[in-house]
């Protein structure tokens, strides 16, 4: 029987391995990836926790009780989308002045 | 009581004419200062002898009129107006002030004609009389206390006045620095008779009955005041080194009227001092110790002006004397006679700068009698009522003060704490025979320098050409001399001023009722030594001083190699005296150069070490370490954030988590 349990272990790999790539990874794009990665993971958390609600629910309508979740998800999904959108025109702009999408060459406000 | 709204002319006057010279002086004429200053302070003296008129009147007169111009300031429980009182002794001293006054303005048109700083002089002069008249006309402590600030600063400003002359500024300083010791003393206890009472104004304060121990400290540590400001042992030094300024300030600041404002305070209070008899007895001490002390240096001096400086130290014990016995009166009445010969004496010495261009070592004065007669007998007229000889002021006033020394009541009830009563009869006594002393001393030093100066052969250098002043110094000198004399009508003593009808005008009666009495009760008759004899012992020690200084000093070569040996049997003394009997030194070694070491090591540690180096550059140094410790974590690198931020994080929802 798969349960809660199941998904929420799935997610919490995918979010450590998303968090691990953010943090080691030297590629701009596979860091942009990564942090999409985390994002779907904690999609995943909200979408869990629609289908196997912890406390009893406030209304009888089934449609209701799941659409919080789930809108919480579009709200994940369409923010993602706009911040690939931003980030990757972060690293188009950096790649033109820096010639590398090296994340380790972007370190001009050290210190 | 008679309220007035016009009284605040009296020093406001003198105050615009210091505001005309000083701000645009510099730019109109100097025959514009000298109109500006000169009316300014004559019309202050009209303004003062119709105030005085008020209250001088016959039966019914006011006993004093009073302006209150305005509110000063009210903080808490203390308000203070700023209020003029004139009554029958402030409004004498306003005539001195501004009748002295005036005619030292005259005088200095003429002795500082060649100045460039002529602007100036005549600010400061007349800054120094606005000064002069709001601490004698002030009703309350405050604005006493604002006039007394007020001369010292013009003193300073007046001493230095040659500032490119190192020594002479350096006497300003001293004169500033001497005077600021007292005035520490007469600040706090302003502030201990404020604590006690809750008020500062005179009229309020002589209402108050005063606990012993209060009474005491407050009128001691007044006292410690007017010890600096009327030069008493042990502050006198700063006053023979003042005579660095020019030498009508020597007359007008230094002899007749700033430095008798702690004897004017004294008498002012009365009322505070007769409630702490044993700061009175004290009082009269050391005005006498100071009067000996600085007689006997006097006899020893060169320098002309130095010789009338410590004359003015010594003629001020008088003073102190006087009031020390609880007659305030006789001390009050010989600060305005001395105000006049002492005044007249200093312009005299002035002239005789004046005449040999700048010389003031005696010895190489003589014969100036041929060369200047209005100075030689102005300054003889002076001299004779100086050294108490009959029938100047001098001798009136001051023997006025040895009979109430004799004769005082106010030695046999001391008391500083309550329930102890120590009784000291011998004091008054033994004061007057000291002073009686110094009086003999008085009169040996004033002929000595009278004879140095004007008697014999002219032994200055032959280049020098004596020559007597203008029409604007002599007269002066002879109104002072003239006020010398006819200033005796009001110190004659009552027995004879009743056969004359001259009652009614001496100072003893004019003033009474002004003063309280002090606590042993008024001068007794002493059985064992009439009044008669009192006088008779007077005049002798004056003429024996008198012709002592004759046989030594106006005698030609054999009076001359008599003074020289009879210094020669004295060595050690003598060289002691003409050192000042080294107090400036021993000062130097016991206060200023461990002020000076105290002052190093504040600066060198405290303040270049500790607060500079270690409070200002500590903080910022501090500051900096900790930001380039800090910034190390600034690396650049976003992964480097994202991984802190993640375990931060990861740290933060544990402990909320396991914290429940």
């Known amino acids: ?111 | 009581m008679l309220e007035v709204n016009w009284l605040h002319l009296i020093p406001l006057l003198p105050l615009a004419g210091a505001a005309f010279c000083g701000l645009v002086g510099r730019w109109v004429p100097k025959s514009w200062v000298s109109a500006v200053a000169l009316s300014a302070v004559l019309l202050s003296f009209l303004v003062g002898v119709t105030a005085f008129r008020e209250i001088a009147g016959g039966e019914g007169s006011p006993l004093q009129i009073h302006e209150l111009v305005y509110s000063w300031f009210s903080v808490g429980r203390l308000s203070v107006d700023l209020g003029l009182t004139l009554d029958r002794l402030s409004g004498t001293l306003v005539l001195v002030i501004t009748g002295v006054g005036f005619l030292i303005h005259l005088y200095s048109v003429g002795y500082m004609d060649e100045d460039p700083g002529y602007w100036r002089y005549f600010a400061y002069l007349n800054l120094f009389v606005a000064a002069m008249l709001l601490l004698v006309l002030g009703d309350n402590l405050v604005a006493m206390f604002v006039g007394w600030e007020g001369v010292g600063l013009c003193s300073y400003l007046l001493i230095g006045f040659w500032f490119e002359d190192d020594a002479k500024s350096y006497a300003g300083r001293k004169a500033f620095v001497v005077n600021r010791i007292g005035d520490f003393g007469f600040l706090i206890g302003v502030f201990v008779l404020f604590q006690a009472t809750g008020t500062v104004s005179f009229a309020s304060l002589s209402g108050v009955a005063l606990p012993l121990a209060t009474a005491s400290a407050a009128a001691a540590l007044l006292f410690v005041g007017a010890t600096g400001k009327s030069a008493q042992l042990p502050l006198y030094v700063w006053l023979p080194d003042a005579m660095a300024g020019p030498t009508p300030v020597s007359a007008l600041i230094h002899a007749a009227t700033m430095v008798t404002a702690g004897v004017y305070m004294v008498a002012r209070l009365s009322f505070l001092y007769v409630q702490a008899p044993g700061v009175l007895a004290l009082i009269a001490v050391v005005g006498t110790l100071t009067a000996l002390w600085a007689a006997l240096i006097a006899t020893s001096q060169q320098d002309i002006k130095k010789v009338l400086a410590y004359s003015t130290v010594s003629q001020l014990g008088y003073m102190f004397l006087g009031v020390g016995t609880g007659a305030f009166f006789a001390g009050t009445e010989h600060l305005l006679t001395h105000a006049f010969f002492k005044a007249c004496l200093f312009l005299g010495s002035g002239a005789v700068i004046h005449g040999l261009h700048g010389e003031q070592d005696m010895r190489r004065m003589g014969g100036l009698k041929r060369h200047m007669p209005h100075t030689a007998r102005t300054f003889l007229i002076a001299t004779i009522a100086i050294t108490g000889t009959l029938p100047l002021s001098g001798f009136f006033s001051k023997d006025e003060i040895l009979g109430q020394a004799l004769r005082t009541s106010a030695f046999s009830f001391l008391s500083l704490t309550p329930g102890s009563s120590i009784t000291l009869t011998f004091l008054g006594p033994l004061l007057w025979a000291v002073g009686t002393f110094t009086a003999l001393l008085t009169s040996f030093y004033m002929w000595r320098c009278y004879y140095l100066t004007f008697e014999g052969e002219y032994r200055g250098p032959a280049d020098v050409h004596p020559h007597e002043s203008p029409w604007t110094m002599t007269l002066p000198l002879w109104v002072l001399a003239f006020l010398s004399i006819v200033a005796l009508v009001i110190v004659l003593p009552p027995e004879l001023a009743h056969k004359l009808h001259l009652e009614s005008i001496t100072w003893k009666h004019f003033t009474e009722g002004l003063f309280r009495a002090a606590r042993g009760g008024p001068a007794r008759e002493f059985a064992y030594f009439p009044e008669i004899a009192a006088y008779a012992t007077a005049l002798a020690v004056a003429l024996v001083g008198w012709r002592v200084a004759v046989r030594y000093f106006n005698a030609g070569p054999q009076g001359a190699a008599r003074a020289q040996a009879f210094a020669a049997r004295f060595p050690r003394l003598r060289r002691a005296l003409e050192n000042k009997l080294y107090v400036d030194e021993i000062y130097e070694r016991i206060f200023v150069r461990p002020l000076w070491a105290f002052a190093r090591w504040l600066w060198r540690i405290v303040d270049a070490w500790i607060i500079d180096g270690l409070l200002v550059n500590g903080t910022g140094k501090a500051v900096a370490t900790a930001g380039a410790w800090a910034r190390k974590f600034q690396n650049g690198n976003v992964q480097r954030y994202a991984a802190v931020t993640a375990v931060g994080i990861a740290l933060l929802v544990f402990v909320l988590l396991t914290r429940g």
């Open chain 1, 1 to 111: 029987m798969v349960g809660p349990v199941h998904y929420l272990v799935l997610a919490a790999i995918l979010f450590a391995l998303g968090a691990a790539g953010v943090v080691l990874r030297r590629n701009a794009i596979i860091v942009l990836m990564s942090i999409e990665l985390m994002l779907n993971a904690v999609n995943l958390t909200f979408l869990t926790f629609s289908r196997f609600p912890l406390l009893p629910a406030a209304t009888d309508n089934l449609g209701a009780r799941m659409m919080q979740g789930h809108a919480a998800v579009f709200f994940v999904i369409a923010v993602a989308a706009a911040e690939a959108a931003v980030g990757l025109a972060i690293v188009i702009a950096a790649f033109r002045s820096r010639r590398s999408v090296n994340v380790d060459d972007f370190d001009s406000l050290r210190n």
